[in-house]
Protein backbone atom coordinates (compact mmCIF):
# COMPACT_ATOMS: atom_id res chain seq x y z
CA UNK A 1 0.00 0.00 0.00
CA UNK A 2 3.12 2.29 0.66
CA UNK A 3 3.96 1.92 -3.16
CA UNK A 4 6.98 -0.44 -2.51
CA UNK A 5 8.24 -3.10 -4.62
CA UNK A 6 10.48 -5.64 -3.32
CA UNK A 7 11.91 -8.61 -4.64
CA UNK A 8 11.79 -12.37 -3.38
CA UNK A 9 14.54 -15.03 -4.13
CA UNK A 10 12.27 -17.93 -4.68
CA UNK A 11 15.47 -20.30 -4.48
CA UNK A 12 15.12 -20.96 -0.80
CA UNK A 13 10.92 -21.37 -1.63
CA UNK A 14 11.79 -24.92 -2.53
CA UNK A 15 12.08 -26.38 1.11
CA UNK A 16 8.45 -25.72 2.26
CA UNK A 17 7.24 -28.05 -0.73
CA UNK A 18 9.24 -30.94 2.00
CA UNK A 19 9.00 -29.32 5.64
CA UNK A 20 7.23 -25.63 7.51
CA UNK A 21 6.90 -22.32 6.23
CA UNK A 22 10.05 -20.83 6.54
CA UNK A 23 10.37 -16.58 6.64
CA UNK A 24 11.21 -15.33 3.28
CA UNK A 25 14.04 -12.89 2.39
CA UNK A 26 13.45 -9.75 0.42
CA UNK A 27 15.50 -6.69 -0.75
CA UNK A 28 14.10 -3.52 -1.77
CA UNK A 29 13.31 -3.51 -5.98
CA UNK A 30 11.91 0.35 -6.26
CA UNK A 31 9.12 3.20 -4.74
CA UNK A 32 6.74 4.29 -6.87
CA UNK A 33 5.12 6.56 -4.30
CA UNK A 34 1.57 5.60 -4.10
CA UNK A 35 -0.64 2.55 -3.47
CA UNK A 36 -0.35 0.04 -5.84
CA UNK A 37 -3.13 -1.49 -7.17
CA UNK A 38 -2.03 -4.49 -8.98
CA UNK A 39 1.33 -5.38 -10.53
CA UNK A 40 1.67 -7.68 -13.68
CA UNK A 41 4.98 -8.79 -15.18
CA UNK A 42 5.25 -9.66 -19.25
CA UNK A 43 5.81 -13.64 -19.96
CA UNK A 44 9.64 -12.71 -20.95
CA UNK A 45 9.82 -11.04 -17.68
CA UNK A 46 11.72 -7.73 -19.55
CA UNK A 47 8.95 -5.50 -18.38
CA UNK A 48 6.45 -5.10 -15.37
CA UNK A 49 3.03 -3.06 -15.05
CA UNK A 50 2.04 -1.52 -12.04
CA UNK A 51 -0.93 0.29 -11.73
CA UNK A 52 -1.76 3.18 -8.94
CA UNK A 53 -5.39 3.13 -7.38
CA UNK A 54 -7.49 5.62 -9.17
CA UNK A 55 -7.08 9.14 -8.67
CA UNK A 56 -3.21 9.15 -7.44
CA UNK A 57 -1.36 11.46 -9.25
CA UNK A 58 -4.43 12.05 -11.61
CA UNK A 59 -7.22 14.79 -11.35
CA UNK A 60 -9.76 12.39 -12.46
CA UNK A 61 -10.81 10.24 -9.06
CA UNK A 62 -11.86 7.36 -11.90
CA UNK A 63 -8.20 7.54 -13.99
CA UNK A 64 -5.53 5.19 -12.99
CA UNK A 65 -1.88 6.03 -13.63
CA UNK A 66 -0.05 2.74 -14.73
CA UNK A 67 3.72 2.43 -13.99
CA UNK A 68 6.15 0.76 -16.79
CA UNK A 69 9.24 -0.69 -15.49
CA UNK A 70 12.55 -2.01 -16.78
CA UNK A 71 13.05 -4.74 -14.89
CA UNK A 72 16.24 -5.28 -15.66
CA UNK A 73 17.67 -2.00 -14.97
CA UNK A 74 14.64 -1.69 -12.22
CA UNK A 75 13.75 1.65 -14.05
CA UNK A 76 11.08 3.52 -14.45
CA UNK A 77 10.27 4.06 -18.27
CA UNK A 78 7.12 6.04 -17.91
CA UNK A 79 3.41 6.56 -16.14
CA UNK A 80 0.59 7.26 -18.19
CA UNK A 81 -2.91 7.60 -17.44
CA UNK A 82 -6.30 5.38 -18.25
CA UNK A 83 -9.76 5.90 -17.06
CA UNK A 84 -10.92 2.44 -15.14
CA UNK A 85 -7.92 0.12 -15.53
CA UNK A 86 -9.08 -3.56 -14.98
CA UNK A 87 -6.63 -6.15 -16.13
CA UNK A 88 -2.88 -6.22 -17.96
CA UNK A 89 -1.83 -8.52 -20.21
CA UNK A 90 0.90 -8.84 -22.84
CA UNK A 91 2.53 -11.51 -24.70
CA UNK A 92 1.52 -10.30 -28.42
CA UNK A 93 3.83 -10.41 -31.56
CA UNK A 94 5.84 -7.36 -30.61
CA UNK A 95 5.39 -6.83 -26.48
CA UNK A 96 3.06 -4.63 -26.36
CA UNK A 97 0.76 -4.49 -23.34
CA UNK A 98 -3.19 -4.71 -23.74
CA UNK A 99 -4.82 -2.88 -20.86
CA UNK A 100 -8.57 -3.36 -20.03
CA UNK A 101 -9.84 0.15 -19.47
CA UNK A 102 -13.77 1.86 -19.10
CA UNK A 103 -13.46 2.95 -22.53
CA UNK A 104 -12.10 -0.15 -23.93
CA UNK A 105 -8.83 -1.77 -25.13
CA UNK A 106 -5.67 0.10 -24.79
CA UNK A 107 -2.37 -0.80 -25.97
CA UNK A 108 0.88 0.37 -24.60
CA UNK A 109 4.15 0.48 -26.64
CA UNK A 110 6.82 -1.38 -24.52
CA UNK A 111 10.03 0.44 -25.16
CA UNK A 112 8.88 3.62 -25.12
CA UNK A 113 5.49 3.22 -22.19
CA UNK A 114 3.24 5.15 -24.19
CA UNK A 115 -0.23 4.19 -25.59
CA UNK A 116 -0.70 3.52 -28.81
CA UNK A 117 -4.37 2.90 -29.39
CA UNK A 118 -7.62 2.23 -27.71
CA UNK A 119 -9.73 -0.43 -29.34
CA UNK A 120 -13.52 0.29 -29.02
CA UNK A 121 -15.56 -2.60 -28.19
CA UNK A 122 -19.00 -1.65 -27.14
CA UNK A 123 -18.12 -1.01 -23.72
CA UNK A 124 -15.83 -1.22 -20.41
CA UNK A 125 -13.96 -3.58 -20.84
CA UNK A 126 -13.60 -5.85 -17.10
CA UNK A 127 -10.75 -8.16 -17.67
CA UNK A 128 -8.60 -9.03 -20.44
CA UNK A 129 -6.29 -12.26 -21.32
CA UNK A 130 -3.74 -13.02 -24.36
CA UNK A 131 -3.84 -16.48 -25.45
CA UNK A 132 -0.49 -18.34 -27.11
CA UNK A 133 -0.27 -21.25 -29.67
CA UNK A 134 -3.54 -20.72 -31.34
CA UNK A 135 -3.80 -18.91 -34.67
CA UNK A 136 -3.58 -14.91 -34.94
CA UNK A 137 -2.97 -15.59 -30.76
CA UNK A 138 -5.91 -13.31 -29.77
CA UNK A 139 -6.99 -11.58 -26.86
CA UNK A 140 -10.05 -12.36 -25.10
CA UNK A 141 -11.49 -9.52 -23.30
CA UNK A 142 -15.21 -9.67 -21.28
CA UNK A 143 -16.94 -6.64 -21.90
CA UNK A 144 -20.30 -4.64 -20.30
CA UNK A 145 -22.73 -3.66 -23.25
CA UNK A 146 -25.65 -2.58 -23.58
CA UNK A 147 -27.22 -5.50 -24.53
CA UNK A 148 -25.49 -7.53 -21.48
CA UNK A 149 -22.14 -8.71 -21.05
CA UNK A 150 -19.88 -10.32 -24.24
CA UNK A 151 -16.76 -11.47 -24.65
CA UNK A 152 -14.64 -10.05 -26.85
CA UNK A 153 -11.89 -11.68 -29.48
CA UNK A 154 -9.52 -9.31 -30.26
CA UNK A 155 -6.33 -9.92 -33.06
CA UNK A 156 -3.54 -7.78 -31.97
CA UNK A 157 -0.51 -9.58 -33.72
CA UNK A 158 1.84 -7.20 -35.77
CA UNK A 159 2.90 -8.45 -39.32
CA UNK A 160 4.55 -6.83 -42.31
CA UNK A 161 1.12 -6.11 -43.77
CA UNK A 162 0.49 -2.62 -42.44
CA UNK A 163 -3.56 -3.54 -42.56
CA UNK A 164 -2.45 -6.05 -39.69
CA UNK A 165 -0.68 -3.85 -38.04
CA UNK A 166 -3.98 -1.81 -35.93
CA UNK A 167 -5.83 -4.11 -33.67
CA UNK A 168 -9.09 -5.35 -34.70
CA UNK A 169 -12.40 -6.73 -33.10
CA UNK A 170 -12.52 -10.37 -34.31
CA UNK A 171 -16.04 -11.36 -32.48
CA UNK A 172 -18.04 -10.86 -29.71
CA UNK A 173 -20.91 -13.05 -28.51
CA UNK A 174 -23.05 -13.41 -25.27
CA UNK A 175 -21.68 -13.68 -21.89
CA UNK A 176 -24.02 -16.06 -19.62
CA UNK A 177 -25.46 -14.13 -16.80
CA UNK A 178 -25.77 -10.31 -16.27
CA UNK A 179 -21.64 -9.55 -14.88
CA UNK A 180 -18.37 -9.79 -16.89
CA UNK A 181 -15.47 -9.88 -14.94
CA UNK A 182 -11.81 -11.00 -14.84
CA UNK A 183 -10.10 -13.02 -17.80
CA UNK A 184 -7.52 -16.17 -17.31
CA UNK A 185 -6.03 -18.12 -19.67
CA UNK A 186 -4.95 -21.55 -18.59
CA UNK A 187 -1.78 -22.73 -20.47
CA UNK A 188 -1.97 -26.45 -19.80
CA UNK A 189 -5.34 -26.75 -21.27
CA UNK A 190 -5.12 -24.09 -23.14
CA UNK A 191 -8.93 -22.81 -22.21
CA UNK A 192 -9.95 -19.07 -21.26
CA UNK A 193 -11.54 -18.78 -17.88
CA UNK A 194 -14.41 -15.69 -17.45
CA UNK A 195 -15.93 -14.18 -14.07
CA UNK A 196 -19.23 -13.72 -14.60
CA UNK A 197 -22.59 -14.30 -12.63
CA UNK A 198 -25.09 -17.58 -13.27
CA UNK A 199 -27.24 -17.57 -15.92
CA UNK A 200 -30.57 -15.42 -14.73
CA UNK A 201 -28.80 -13.22 -12.31
CA UNK A 202 -28.83 -9.41 -11.71
CA UNK A 203 -25.44 -7.80 -11.75
CA UNK A 204 -25.99 -6.84 -8.21
CA UNK A 205 -27.79 -10.13 -6.99
CA UNK A 206 -26.24 -12.48 -8.92
CA UNK A 207 -23.77 -15.12 -7.31
CA UNK A 208 -20.20 -15.11 -9.17
CA UNK A 209 -18.98 -17.91 -11.24
CA UNK A 210 -16.81 -18.36 -13.31
CA UNK A 211 -17.11 -19.96 -17.12
CA UNK A 212 -15.15 -22.30 -19.48
CA UNK A 213 -14.50 -21.28 -23.03
CA UNK A 214 -13.09 -23.64 -25.66
CA UNK A 215 -11.26 -20.89 -27.91
CA UNK A 216 -11.69 -23.05 -31.06
CA UNK A 217 -15.18 -23.36 -30.89
CA UNK A 218 -15.45 -20.06 -28.61
CA UNK A 219 -18.18 -22.15 -27.03
CA UNK A 220 -19.10 -22.28 -23.12
CA UNK A 221 -19.33 -25.60 -21.57
CA UNK A 222 -18.87 -25.47 -18.14
CA UNK A 223 -18.96 -22.98 -14.87
CA UNK A 224 -17.90 -23.33 -11.41
CA UNK A 225 -20.01 -20.99 -8.91
CA UNK A 226 -17.69 -19.07 -6.37
CA UNK A 227 -18.97 -18.80 -2.89
CA UNK A 228 -18.39 -14.98 -2.94
CA UNK A 229 -17.22 -12.42 -5.59
CA UNK A 230 -12.97 -12.65 -4.81
CA UNK A 231 -10.87 -9.84 -4.49
CA UNK A 232 -8.25 -11.47 -5.78
CA UNK A 233 -7.84 -14.59 -8.37
CA UNK A 234 -4.70 -16.07 -9.23
CA UNK A 235 -4.24 -19.35 -11.58
CA UNK A 236 -2.09 -22.27 -9.78
CA UNK A 237 -0.70 -23.85 -13.08
CA UNK A 238 2.38 -25.08 -14.65
CA UNK A 239 2.72 -26.19 -18.88
CA UNK A 240 6.05 -27.31 -18.14
CA UNK A 241 5.82 -29.27 -15.35
CA UNK A 242 2.85 -31.38 -15.33
CA UNK A 243 3.79 -33.64 -12.64
CA UNK A 244 3.81 -30.93 -10.07
CA UNK A 245 0.99 -28.85 -11.92
CA UNK A 246 -1.88 -28.27 -9.49
CA UNK A 247 -4.21 -27.28 -12.39
CA UNK A 248 -6.61 -25.10 -10.25
CA UNK A 249 -7.76 -21.35 -9.81
CA UNK A 250 -7.40 -20.19 -6.38
CA UNK A 251 -10.25 -17.00 -5.43
CA UNK A 252 -9.35 -14.80 -2.60
CA UNK A 253 -11.94 -12.62 -0.55
CA UNK A 254 -10.43 -9.59 1.44
CA UNK A 255 -10.96 -11.22 4.81
CA UNK A 256 -8.37 -14.44 3.31
CA UNK A 257 -10.55 -16.69 2.79
CA UNK A 258 -9.90 -18.97 -0.63
CA UNK A 259 -11.89 -21.16 -2.55
CA UNK A 260 -9.98 -23.60 -5.46
CA UNK A 261 -11.56 -24.06 -9.08
CA UNK A 262 -10.53 -27.44 -10.26
CA UNK A 263 -9.16 -26.46 -14.13
CA UNK A 264 -7.89 -28.38 -16.93
CA UNK A 265 -9.21 -31.71 -15.44
CA UNK A 266 -10.89 -32.66 -18.59
CA UNK A 267 -9.60 -35.65 -19.38
CA UNK A 268 -12.76 -37.17 -18.85
CA UNK A 269 -14.69 -35.34 -21.10
CA UNK A 270 -12.52 -36.09 -23.76
CA UNK A 271 -11.57 -39.60 -23.95
CA UNK A 272 -15.20 -40.86 -22.84
CA UNK A 273 -16.43 -39.98 -26.37
CA UNK A 274 -13.57 -42.05 -27.99
CA UNK A 275 -14.31 -45.16 -25.22
CA UNK A 276 -17.98 -44.82 -26.56
CA UNK A 277 -17.01 -44.54 -30.34
CA UNK A 278 -14.52 -48.07 -29.51
CA UNK A 279 -17.65 -49.92 -28.04
CA UNK A 280 -19.66 -49.42 -30.69
CA UNK A 281 -17.48 -49.57 -33.53
CA UNK A 282 -16.62 -53.38 -32.12
CA UNK A 283 -20.57 -53.91 -32.19
CA UNK A 284 -21.09 -52.93 -35.62
CA UNK A 285 -17.92 -54.53 -36.78
CA UNK A 286 -20.05 -58.29 -35.20
CA UNK A 287 -22.86 -56.85 -37.26
CA UNK A 288 -20.62 -56.44 -40.39
CA UNK A 289 -19.74 -60.16 -40.20
CA UNK A 290 -23.07 -61.40 -39.23
CA UNK A 291 -24.19 -59.43 -42.46
CA UNK A 292 -21.31 -60.78 -44.97
CA UNK A 293 -20.71 -64.37 -43.58
CA UNK A 294 -24.32 -65.63 -42.40
CA UNK A 295 -22.60 -67.24 -39.80
CA UNK A 296 -22.66 -66.36 -35.90
CA UNK A 297 -19.73 -68.56 -35.80
CA UNK A 298 -17.66 -66.16 -37.37
CA UNK A 299 -19.21 -62.90 -36.21
CA UNK A 300 -18.88 -64.41 -32.58
CA UNK A 301 -14.77 -65.23 -33.80
CA UNK A 302 -14.47 -61.41 -35.07
CA UNK A 303 -16.12 -59.77 -31.80
CA UNK A 304 -13.95 -62.28 -30.13
CA UNK A 305 -10.92 -60.58 -31.79
CA UNK A 306 -11.90 -56.97 -31.59
CA UNK A 307 -12.20 -57.72 -27.96
CA UNK A 308 -8.32 -58.71 -27.67
CA UNK A 309 -6.95 -56.15 -30.52
CA UNK A 310 -4.51 -53.87 -29.04
CA UNK A 311 -4.77 -50.77 -31.40
CA UNK A 312 -8.86 -50.50 -31.04
CA UNK A 313 -8.35 -51.08 -27.20
CA UNK A 314 -5.24 -48.12 -27.21
CA UNK A 315 -7.12 -45.82 -30.16
CA UNK A 316 -10.19 -45.66 -27.75
CA UNK A 317 -8.53 -44.64 -24.83
CA UNK A 318 -6.19 -42.67 -26.05
CA UNK A 319 -8.54 -39.31 -27.06
CA UNK A 320 -7.48 -39.00 -30.71
CA UNK A 321 -9.89 -39.04 -33.51
CA UNK A 322 -8.91 -42.29 -35.21
CA UNK A 323 -11.89 -43.69 -33.15
CA UNK A 324 -14.66 -40.99 -34.25
CA UNK A 325 -13.25 -41.72 -38.66
CA UNK A 326 -13.17 -45.67 -37.41
CA UNK A 327 -16.47 -45.60 -36.31
CA UNK A 328 -18.07 -43.57 -38.98
CA UNK A 329 -16.83 -45.49 -41.42
CA UNK A 330 -17.16 -49.22 -40.21
CA UNK A 331 -21.10 -47.75 -39.14
CA UNK A 332 -21.82 -46.37 -42.99
CA UNK A 333 -19.99 -50.08 -44.35
CA UNK A 334 -22.46 -51.91 -42.11
CA UNK A 335 -25.42 -50.15 -43.11
CA UNK A 336 -24.49 -50.36 -47.06
CA UNK A 337 -23.72 -53.90 -46.44
CA UNK A 338 -27.53 -54.34 -45.35
CA UNK A 339 -28.80 -52.56 -48.10
CA UNK A 340 -26.35 -53.71 -50.72
CA UNK A 341 -27.74 -57.73 -49.86
CA UNK A 342 -31.60 -57.29 -50.47
CA UNK A 343 -31.47 -53.83 -52.98
CA UNK A 344 -35.10 -54.01 -53.75
CA UNK A 345 -36.51 -57.00 -53.48
CA UNK A 346 -39.75 -55.73 -51.64
CA UNK A 347 -41.46 -52.17 -50.52
CA UNK A 348 -39.71 -53.04 -46.83
CA UNK A 349 -36.61 -52.82 -48.47
CA UNK A 350 -37.25 -49.67 -50.28
CA UNK A 351 -38.22 -48.00 -47.41
CA UNK A 352 -35.31 -49.40 -45.84
CA UNK A 353 -33.37 -47.59 -49.03
CA UNK A 354 -34.84 -44.72 -48.31
CA UNK A 355 -33.94 -44.28 -44.85
CA UNK A 356 -30.55 -46.40 -44.79
CA UNK A 357 -28.94 -43.71 -47.30
CA UNK A 358 -28.79 -40.91 -45.03
CA UNK A 359 -27.86 -42.30 -42.27
CA UNK A 360 -24.87 -43.61 -44.69
CA UNK A 361 -24.29 -39.96 -45.28
CA UNK A 362 -24.08 -38.78 -41.72
CA UNK A 363 -22.20 -41.73 -40.68
CA UNK A 364 -19.84 -40.51 -43.50
CA UNK A 365 -19.79 -37.32 -43.01
CA UNK A 366 -19.22 -37.83 -39.09
CA UNK A 367 -16.03 -39.70 -39.83
CA UNK A 368 -15.09 -37.00 -42.76
CA UNK A 369 -15.00 -34.16 -40.20
CA UNK A 370 -12.98 -36.60 -37.56
CA UNK A 371 -10.25 -37.09 -40.60
CA UNK A 372 -9.82 -37.05 -44.68
CA UNK A 373 -8.97 -40.57 -44.85
CA UNK A 374 -12.94 -41.09 -44.88
CA UNK A 375 -13.01 -39.57 -48.39
CA UNK A 376 -10.95 -43.02 -49.48
CA UNK A 377 -14.07 -44.91 -48.07
CA UNK A 378 -16.95 -42.65 -49.63
CA UNK A 379 -14.90 -43.52 -53.00
CA UNK A 380 -15.10 -47.22 -52.24
CA UNK A 381 -18.30 -47.38 -51.63
CA UNK A 382 -19.53 -45.25 -54.84
CA UNK A 383 -17.24 -47.87 -56.99
CA UNK A 384 -19.26 -50.65 -55.28
CA UNK A 385 -22.21 -49.24 -56.29
CA UNK A 386 -21.03 -48.84 -59.79
CA UNK A 387 -19.53 -52.10 -60.23
CA UNK A 388 -23.16 -53.78 -60.31
CA UNK A 389 -24.58 -52.62 -63.48
CA UNK A 390 -23.50 -52.18 -67.08
CA UNK A 391 -24.28 -48.59 -66.93
CA UNK A 392 -22.23 -47.80 -64.26
CA UNK A 393 -19.08 -49.48 -65.14
CA UNK A 394 -19.04 -47.57 -68.46
CA UNK A 395 -19.15 -44.35 -65.63
CA UNK A 396 -16.30 -46.10 -63.88
CA UNK A 397 -14.18 -46.79 -66.82
CA UNK A 398 -14.53 -43.45 -67.89
CA UNK A 399 -13.96 -42.05 -65.24
CA UNK A 400 -10.77 -43.32 -64.52
CA UNK A 401 -10.11 -42.75 -67.60
CA UNK A 402 -10.42 -38.91 -67.09
CA UNK A 403 -8.49 -39.69 -63.67
CA UNK A 404 -5.36 -41.25 -65.17
CA UNK A 405 -4.64 -38.94 -68.05
CA UNK A 406 -5.22 -35.42 -65.73
CA UNK A 407 -3.53 -37.39 -62.16
CA UNK A 408 -0.91 -38.97 -64.74
CA UNK A 409 -0.11 -35.98 -65.84
CA UNK A 410 0.32 -34.35 -62.99
CA UNK A 411 2.16 -37.22 -61.86
CA UNK A 412 5.21 -37.38 -64.58
CA UNK A 413 5.51 -33.37 -64.78
CA UNK A 414 8.28 -31.59 -63.47
CA UNK A 415 8.92 -28.07 -63.48
CA UNK A 416 12.17 -26.71 -65.63
CA UNK A 417 16.01 -28.00 -64.71
CA UNK A 418 14.26 -31.17 -62.58
CA UNK A 419 14.28 -35.05 -63.50
CA UNK A 420 12.28 -37.28 -62.03
CA UNK A 421 8.16 -37.80 -62.14
CA UNK A 422 6.15 -40.14 -60.18
CA UNK A 423 5.79 -42.52 -63.28
CA UNK A 424 4.77 -45.55 -60.31
CA UNK A 425 1.71 -43.79 -59.53
CA UNK A 426 0.57 -43.08 -63.74
CA UNK A 427 1.25 -47.29 -64.24
CA UNK A 428 -0.71 -48.10 -61.18
CA UNK A 429 -3.58 -46.17 -62.79
CA UNK A 430 -3.06 -47.35 -66.43
CA UNK A 431 -2.96 -50.78 -64.49
CA UNK A 432 -6.34 -50.26 -62.93
CA UNK A 433 -8.08 -49.28 -66.24
CA UNK A 434 -7.05 -51.80 -68.34
CA UNK A 435 -8.04 -54.19 -65.31
CA UNK A 436 -11.28 -52.34 -65.30
CA UNK A 437 -12.11 -52.79 -68.67
CA UNK A 438 -10.59 -56.47 -69.13
CA UNK A 439 -12.82 -57.64 -65.92
CA UNK A 440 -16.14 -56.26 -68.08
CA UNK A 441 -15.18 -57.79 -71.27
CA UNK A 442 -15.01 -61.36 -69.43
CA UNK A 443 -17.65 -60.91 -66.83
CA UNK A 444 -20.09 -58.20 -68.75
CA UNK A 445 -23.30 -57.06 -66.93
CA UNK A 446 -26.77 -57.37 -68.69
CA UNK A 447 -27.81 -53.65 -70.20
CA UNK A 448 -31.31 -52.17 -69.56
CA UNK A 449 -33.62 -50.28 -71.18
CA UNK A 450 -33.75 -48.45 -67.74
CA UNK A 451 -29.93 -47.36 -67.80
CA UNK A 452 -30.51 -46.30 -71.34
CA UNK A 453 -33.32 -44.13 -70.71
CA UNK A 454 -31.39 -42.62 -67.94
CA UNK A 455 -28.30 -41.99 -69.79
CA UNK A 456 -29.99 -39.90 -72.21
CA UNK A 457 -32.94 -38.64 -69.91
CA UNK A 458 -30.73 -37.56 -67.06
CA UNK A 459 -28.82 -34.79 -69.05
CA UNK A 460 -31.88 -33.76 -70.64
CA UNK A 461 -33.71 -33.95 -67.18
CA UNK A 462 -30.93 -31.08 -65.87
CA UNK A 463 -31.00 -29.04 -69.07
CA UNK A 464 -35.31 -28.60 -68.36
CA UNK A 465 -34.16 -27.88 -64.70
CA UNK A 466 -32.08 -25.40 -65.66
CA UNK A 467 -34.57 -23.74 -68.33
CA UNK A 468 -37.14 -23.77 -65.89
CA UNK A 469 -34.53 -22.47 -63.09
CA UNK A 470 -33.65 -18.97 -65.43
CA UNK A 471 -37.35 -19.02 -66.11
CA UNK A 472 -38.46 -18.48 -62.45
CA UNK A 473 -35.59 -15.58 -62.24
CA UNK A 474 -37.86 -13.67 -64.68
CA UNK A 475 -35.21 -13.76 -67.78
CA UNK A 476 -33.52 -17.35 -68.73
CA UNK A 477 -31.34 -15.37 -70.67
CA UNK A 478 -29.07 -13.64 -67.86
CA UNK A 479 -25.52 -15.13 -67.52
CA UNK A 480 -25.08 -17.03 -64.23
CA UNK A 481 -21.10 -16.66 -62.78
CA UNK A 482 -19.48 -19.26 -61.17
CA UNK A 483 -15.88 -18.20 -60.96
CA UNK A 484 -14.46 -18.14 -64.46
CA UNK A 485 -17.41 -19.70 -66.15
CA UNK A 486 -20.74 -17.45 -67.44
CA UNK A 487 -23.12 -19.05 -68.71
CA UNK A 488 -27.16 -18.69 -69.29
CA UNK A 489 -29.34 -21.35 -68.14
CA UNK A 490 -31.02 -21.65 -71.82
CA UNK A 491 -27.51 -21.72 -72.96
CA UNK A 492 -27.12 -24.91 -70.37
CA UNK A 493 -30.09 -26.11 -71.23
CA UNK A 494 -29.22 -26.10 -74.28
CA UNK A 495 -25.71 -27.92 -73.57
CA UNK A 496 -27.91 -30.60 -72.05
CA UNK A 497 -29.88 -31.31 -74.43
CA UNK A 498 -27.19 -31.56 -76.75
CA UNK A 499 -25.25 -33.79 -74.46
CA UNK A 500 -28.45 -36.45 -74.09
CA UNK A 501 -28.11 -36.66 -78.14
CA UNK A 502 -24.08 -37.05 -78.41
CA UNK A 503 -25.13 -39.87 -75.87
CA UNK A 504 -27.92 -41.77 -77.67
CA UNK A 505 -25.48 -41.24 -80.75
CA UNK A 506 -22.62 -43.09 -79.03
CA UNK A 507 -24.65 -45.78 -78.04
CA UNK A 508 -25.81 -46.33 -81.32
CA UNK A 509 -22.71 -46.13 -83.08
CA UNK A 510 -21.53 -48.60 -80.23
CA UNK A 511 -24.74 -51.13 -81.01
CA UNK A 512 -23.31 -51.45 -84.62
CA UNK A 513 -20.06 -52.54 -83.07
CA UNK A 514 -22.03 -54.94 -80.49
CA UNK A 515 -21.44 -52.96 -77.54
CA UNK A 516 -24.00 -50.98 -75.37
CA UNK A 517 -27.56 -51.51 -75.00
CA UNK A 518 -28.33 -51.21 -78.45
CA UNK A 519 -25.68 -53.99 -79.79
CA UNK A 520 -27.54 -56.32 -82.00
CA UNK A 521 -26.89 -60.02 -81.11
CA UNK A 522 -24.13 -61.94 -82.52
CA UNK A 523 -23.14 -63.38 -85.42
CA UNK A 524 -22.48 -66.89 -85.04
CA UNK A 525 -19.01 -66.34 -86.27
CA UNK A 526 -18.50 -63.83 -84.04
CA UNK A 527 -15.38 -63.62 -81.30
CA UNK A 528 -17.95 -62.48 -79.11
CA UNK A 529 -20.13 -65.45 -79.69
CA UNK A 530 -17.85 -67.72 -77.63
CA UNK A 531 -17.59 -65.26 -74.68
CA UNK A 532 -20.02 -66.24 -71.62
CA UNK A 533 -23.06 -64.92 -71.94
CA UNK A 534 -24.05 -61.51 -69.72
CA UNK A 535 -24.80 -61.82 -65.93
CA UNK A 536 -28.14 -60.95 -65.14
CA UNK A 537 -28.65 -56.88 -64.73
CA UNK A 538 -29.10 -56.29 -60.84
CA UNK A 539 -32.65 -55.75 -59.41
CA UNK A 540 -33.50 -52.65 -57.25
CA UNK A 541 -31.26 -48.97 -56.85
CA UNK A 542 -28.46 -51.34 -57.97
CA UNK A 543 -29.26 -51.30 -61.50
CA UNK A 544 -28.87 -47.07 -62.44
CA UNK A 545 -32.33 -45.60 -64.07
CA UNK A 546 -34.12 -48.19 -61.76
CA UNK A 547 -36.68 -45.98 -60.63
CA UNK A 548 -36.72 -43.24 -62.96
CA UNK A 549 -33.42 -42.43 -61.92
CA UNK A 550 -34.49 -41.34 -58.28
CA UNK A 551 -32.69 -43.93 -56.16
CA UNK A 552 -29.39 -42.83 -57.81
CA UNK A 553 -29.98 -39.40 -57.18
CA UNK A 554 -30.83 -40.41 -53.84
CA UNK A 555 -27.80 -42.29 -53.84
CA UNK A 556 -25.81 -39.44 -54.98
CA UNK A 557 -27.16 -37.21 -52.07
CA UNK A 558 -25.98 -39.52 -49.34
CA UNK A 559 -22.57 -40.43 -50.44
CA UNK A 560 -21.82 -36.74 -51.71
CA UNK A 561 -23.97 -34.05 -50.53
CA UNK A 562 -24.63 -35.20 -46.79
CA UNK A 563 -20.64 -35.82 -46.18
CA UNK A 564 -19.58 -32.98 -47.22
CA UNK A 565 -22.37 -30.56 -46.06
CA UNK A 566 -21.49 -32.17 -42.63
CA UNK A 567 -17.91 -31.64 -43.29
CA UNK A 568 -18.28 -27.94 -44.28
Known amino acids: RGGEIRAVDTGALDATRRGPPIEAESRAYMDLGGPIQRLYVTRDGERLAAVLDAGFETDDPASSTIVMIDAGAAMEISRPSLRGVGQVTGGLSDDRLA ?7 AFIEPVAGVVTETLDVGGPVGGI ?22 VAVIIAKRGNDPATRVPRLDKTYPLPGARAGRVYY ?18 ESGADTVYVIEPHANAFYADAVLPYIPAVMVMDENQLYPSTDREQLLAFDAGGNVASVEIGRHAYAWRVPGVIAGVLMALLLYVLARL ?10 LGIIVLVDGMLFAQSRIGMNDAYVGLGIVGAY ?42 YAIGALGILSLTRSALGRLLLIVGLVVMTTALGYVAISVGPGQTGGNYVFLVIMVALVLAAVLANVLHPVAWTWEELRFAVGAPAAVGMLAILYGLSRGDASVPLQLGPIAASPIQLGLFAFLGAAVVYTGFYALGRFGFGPLALPPEPDDPAAILDP ?3 APRGWLRLGAGWGLPAVWLF ?9 LYV
Open 186 to 203: DLASRMVHVEGSVPGSTA
Open 334 to 375: TIFAALWLHPGDSRRHWIAFAIGVPLIGIFLGFALAAKWVAA
Open 534 to 536: PTE
Open 99 to 105: VATASGV
Open 129 to 150: VGINDFTDDPLYASVTTADGPK
Open 557 to 565: VGLLVIPIG
Open 292 to 301: LFRRRAVAVL
